[in-house]
């Protein structure tokens, strides 16, 4: 079961994470937010996970499609709450 409470956290984050990364213009920024988003994804309930990643075990781990991931999650996690 996925929990209110775990939607609006996992939204806050990855929001403002997101934020930051489209913005940001220095590679090592870029590279401690897709580390910090890649080890919460491990540890996030994997029904959440699930729910937004349409079934790809790389979905917010792959450096190429970083940028893209972290948007669609957003929107996903935003029609949830």
Do not use: C, P
């Not at 609006?8 to 590279?31: G, M």
């Not at 401690?32 to 990643?53: G, K, P, R, V």
């Amino acid at each position: 079961m996925i929990t209110k409470d775990s939607i609006e956290t996992a939204y806050s984050f990855l929001h403002q994470k997101q934020r930051i990364y489209v913005h940001s213009t220095l590679d090592w920024q870029k590279d401690d937010i897709e580390l910090a988003i890649s080890d919460y994804a491990n540890d996030m309930s994997q029904e959440l996970y699930d729910a937004f990643s349409g079934g790809r075990a790389d979905f917010l781990r792959d450096h190429k499609r970083f940028q893209e991931d972290i948007t669609k999650a957003v929107e996903i996690l935003e029609k949830m709450l």
